[in-house]
């Protein structure tokens, strides 16, 4: 699901079934076109208007919740183009219900496990930093401040690692996945499910 919310104006998330996962989000403005009805040109100018921090109050406020209500309003969002009429872009997607998630901080390990009869399938997984809050405790602001930090081969490492396992232990750590931000202390999210061994094992007839 995308939704945008032009500034002043609320937005409501909901999941009719399932949980809210936030994916991306924006203040700002990338066209001239969106929510540019009634407003002088000069508001519309700057198409490379981005705020730097959108993701962490919007995945704050929704993720894990059946319905949120976020506020596009510069309160919330700092503001990245000062006298631009912005915009609350959110792109996100629906958790099944019975996804499971485990989070841990750099240089610890994460650990999944499912009940006998049933294996762990991966939904997501992301080995960086997407808010300033998580994993914060004692760590200087510097250590902090990117939240736009991903390692690539997340998905794929913890896949491998524990895709079709009825349990599999991860290490949070630059030796497991490489250093995608360097200087930015980091955390591994991981979500997945526990499914019935016939559903992800097609070898067995």
């Known amino acids: 699901e ?20 936030i994916n991306t989000a924006n203040y700002g403005r990338t066209d001239k076109t969106t929510c540019s009805e009634g407003r002088p040109s000069k508001q519309l100018q700057n198409t490379n208007c981005y705020s730097p921090n959108a993701l962490a109050p919007v995945s704050k406020s929704c993720n894990g ?19 631009i009429y912005k915009y609350l872009a959110i792109s996100y997607f629906c958790l099944p219900p019975g996804v499971r998630s485990s989070l841990v901080c750099e240089h610890e390990t994460s650990a999944l496990n499912c009940d006998d009869g049933t294996v762990i399938r991966i939904h997501s997984a992301n080995y960086g930093r997407t808010d300033s809050s998580t994993c914060s405790t004692g760590r200087p602001a510097s250590q902090l401040a990117k939240t736009d930090c991903y390692a690539l081969n997340s998905q794929t490492v913890v896949t491998s690692g524990c895709e ?20 930015t202390f980091k955390y591994l999210y991981i979500s997945y499910s526990c499914v019935s061994k016939c559903k992800c094992d097609y070898t067995e007839q």
């Open 2 to 21: 995308t939704v945008v919310t032009c500034d002043g104006f609320v937005q409501r998330l909901s999941c009719e079934n399932g949980k809210i996962q």
């Open 65 to 83: 919740l059946e319905s949120c209500e976020v506020f596009a309003t510069h309160t919330v969002f700092t503001d990245p183009c000062f006298g």
């Open 164 to 183: 079709g396992k009825k349990s599999c232990s991860i290490l949070a750590s630059n030796s497991v996945f490489s250093d995608p931000c360097v200087g």
